[in-house]
């Protein structure tokens, strides 16, 4: 970054003394722009000695997929996006017939459970339900008032969502894959931690009379970032890092519009 | 030398008792060790691969009349339980048969098998008029009980009690239906104004009575029986509609004001017109067509038959001109009428809480309800409302994935939604399964359901 052509350094106009046409000694002021001495990189030294990096939302240890960071003023966009409260969407893959103590598959197993009487009509239903149960408490903590009629009309649209603090919501959930005892799952939600989406999936095992683990949590969306803005360890250099970041600006600046209106 | 061999012993004896566990050292289990444990581990079988879904009942809303059918809601029998007046959510009602029918009055509820045993149908809840048929009291076995606070089986006089099936049940005010395969129609409860289909008989006491009457005479099998609030409406395999009953709104549809006490063919907009559907619950009557038209007459105070006439009562079927599309199914309320088209959408009109906010309030045309207050969405385009009910001030809708909406007045917490009030648009109640179906009444509502896995 510091070895990049810089920014042209700031120009002063200045009043130097300079020998004056007439000759013999006398000395006259002429105004001059002059560039800076305190933006000479000799005297200023290397532009960016540290760059503050910021996170948005976490993304823990066992899980991967898209993870959005700020760099210098992008910080306060992230905190803008943070209270914009969109939704993440996350790829779930599960495994039938085992309980551990973390969800997980790496965890301490407690129980093994037969799985054969799973169908992909049976999951489905039970998504079924888990969207329903997710959709009433999204209009719950929305914390409007059910009685008026800006209520009613925000429902037909969908766009009741909790502006504030709530716990994690669930407000899409499908199976994308379903191979015994293996299965994927496509989640949209808000709110979330990874763990959480673990314990759904366990709990997903319980209602079917069965146990489940899950062994991929990998985030696909977050808000208007995607798989497909993201960079890849390969790609880990400034000028896709730059490029990326154009990219975004628009997206980006639309939203926050678009929501904090 | 004591001392050294008894030292020696102790250290022998403390040696042995750390050795009394495994004779391997302790530290972090190796992957190998993780990996035979698991696969050592028992498995557990919780539903085996035929493990059928199972049918439930759930029950909410006023219990104090014993509609609900627990006994402990109204009489507690435990010394920790309190009368419970509302229940607000879903409570399974345990039964021993397969529930296929079931169908809510005001105060009351029938529930029928489809079962060739003996006992077919089941009552429960306001027994004043014997609309759940005689219930021998037990202390007093020459009265009846008029309050039932259990499911009761209701003894049908049937001529092959092991044969016969019960179709179908539904509930007026006061008085009840009994729908067979082969042998009727069977009713009883209140007849002061014809309703039950044989002749008023004056001062007539129906408490404790142990009248029930059959009814045969129709131009075909009786395929669907719907009570008014005092009037019976039976719909027969030709697509013909008879009626009885009180018909000072002209509920019955027969041309006059007056009460007919005999099953009488209607005629009007209806009269050779192939009927696949009627609804009703309070005064308001609704039919439904095999090409999708609708018919309406009875009562029309509250704008329900608006679209056709300023009177407020109709006495003779009318066609109802909606452009709407095909109507599937159609059903009453007291005030409100809702209707549901073949394309999955749902139409209402009249006057209360229709469900599209606080703000409509009355309608004399149908307005549709957008399809995203049932869950439909982009990402799940496919759902849509499969079935209607209504209620006396409520309304009811089923998806075709299992999802129960309700709307309109919470009288007495009947919603379900686990909240005391009107609900002015469909929102989801919580029921562990999956609804079949739901019957309506004015106060309570019961839903069959089966189980998910």
């Known amino acids: ?261 | 030398q004591d001392g050294g061999a008894l030292r020696a012993a102790m250290a022998g004896l403390a040696r042995r008792l750390l050795c009394r566990g495994f004779c391997v050292s302790a530290g972090p289990p190796s992957t190998r060790q993780l990996r035979e444990a698991e696969e050592a581990a028992p498995v557990f079988q919780y539903a085996g691969k035929t493990a059928r879904r199972k049918d439930r009942v759930f029950v909410w809303g006023f219990s104090y009349s014993g509609a609900l059918g627990i006994p402990s809601f109204v009489k507690p029998d435990a010394g920790w339980k309190k009368p419970r007046r509302i229940q607000p959510t879903p409570y399974r009602l345990e039964t021993e048969d397969k529930i296929s029918s079931a169908a809510c009055g005001y105060g009351f509820t029938l529930l029928a098998s489809n079962t060739r045993d003996i006992t077919k149908v089941w009552g429960m809840g306001l027994n004043k008029d014997s609309q759940l048929g005689f219930q021998r009291s037990r202390r007093d076995q020459t009265k009846g009980y008029e309050y039932v606070l259990e499911p009761s089986p209701i003894p049908l006089p049937l001529e092959k009690p092991q044969q016969t099936r019960v179709l179908q049940v539904s509930c007026g005010r006061a008085h009840s239906l009994v729908l067979t395969d082969s042998e009727g129609v069977f009713t009883m409860g209140n007849n002061s104004y014809g309703q039950c289909g044989r002749k008023v008989v004056e001062d007539e006491i129906y408490s404790g009575s142990h009248v029930i009457h059959q009814l045969k005479e129709f131009d075909s099998k009786v395929v669907q029986v719907v009570c008014g609030q005092d009037h019976s409406l039976f719909r027969t395999k030709k697509g013909s509609v008879y009626a009885c009953g009180w018909g000072a709104d002209g509920q019955t549809g027969l041309g006059h004001y007056n009460i007919t006490s005999v099953p009488t063919k209607l005629h009007g907009d209806i009269a050779g017109v192939n009927i696949i559907q009627v609804s009703s619950y309070g005064d308001c009557c609704l039919a439904v067509s095999e090409e999708g038209d609708v018919f309406g007459w009875g009562n029309s105070e509250y704008l329900q038959l608006a679209s056709v006439t300023e009177t407020t009562q109709v006495n003779v079927p009318r066609h109802l001109p909606f452009k709407i599309g095909k109507v599937k199914e159609a059903a009453c309320g007291g005030t409100g009428n809702i209707v549901l088209t073949e394309e999955g959408n749902v139409f209402v009109w009249g006057y209360g809480i229709l469900g599209k906010g606080p703000n409509l309030t009355e309608t004399a045309e149908p307005e549709m309800i957008p399809p995203s207050l049932f869950g439909w969405s982009d990402f799940s385009p496919d759902t849509r409302v499969a079935r209607v009910r209504c209620g006396l001030s409520q309304f009811a809708a089923l998806t075709n994935r299992g999802e129960l909406f309700v709307w309109g007045k919470n009288l007495r917490g009947c919603l379900g939604t686990g909240r005391m009030e009107d609900q002015y648009f469909p929102w989801r109640v919580t029921v562990p399964g999956e609804v079949v179906d739901v019957a309506c009444g004015v106060d309570h509502m019961v839903s069959m359901v089966r189980s998910f896995t």
Not at chain 1, 48 to 55: D, H, P, S, Y
Request: aromatic residues 6%; positive net charge.
């Open chain 1, 1 to 261: 970054l510091n070895a990049a052509p810089e920014r042209a350094p700031r120009q002063r106009v200045r009043f130097l003394p300079s020998p004056a046409p007439g000759g013999g000694g006398a000395v006259e002021l002429v105004a001059a722009s002059v560039p800076v001495l305190a933006d000479h990189p000799l005297v200023r030294g290397p532009r960016f000695r540290k760059l503050k990096i910021g996170a948005g939302h976490r993304l823990d240890v066992k899980a991967s997929g898209v993870f959005v960071l700020g760099i210098g003023h992008g910080n306060k966009l992230l905190s803008d996006l943070y209270n914009c409260h969109l939704t993440k969407v996350y790829t779930v893959g599960g495994l039938f017939g085992k309980a551990t103590d973390d969800f997980s598959d790496t965890g301490n197993l407690i129980e093994k459970t037969t799985f054969d009487h799973i169908t992909r009509e049976k999951l489905e239903r039970i998504l079924a339900v888990i969207q329903g149960t997710n959709q009433k408490a999204l209009l719950m903590y929305s914390n409007i008032d059910m009685k008026t009629q800006e209520a009613y009309e925000l429902a037909v649209k969908g766009l009741i969502r909790p502006m504030g603090k709530s716990p994690p919501i669930i407000t899409a959930i499908r199976c994308l894959q379903f191979a015994l005892p293996e299965f994927q799952l496509e989640i949209h939600c808000l709110h979330e931690t990874q763990q959480y989406l673990r314990k759904v999936v366990h709990e997903i095992g319980l209602e079917l009379k069965s146990s489940a683990v899950c062994t991929q949590v990998r985030r696909t969306r977050d808000g208007v970032f995607t798989v497909d803005d993201a960079l890849p360890r390969t790609q880990w250099n400034l000028q896709s890092i730059q490029e990326a970041m154009r990219n975004c600006q628009l997206k980006v600046e639309t939203e926050l519009a678009k929501t904090l209106a």
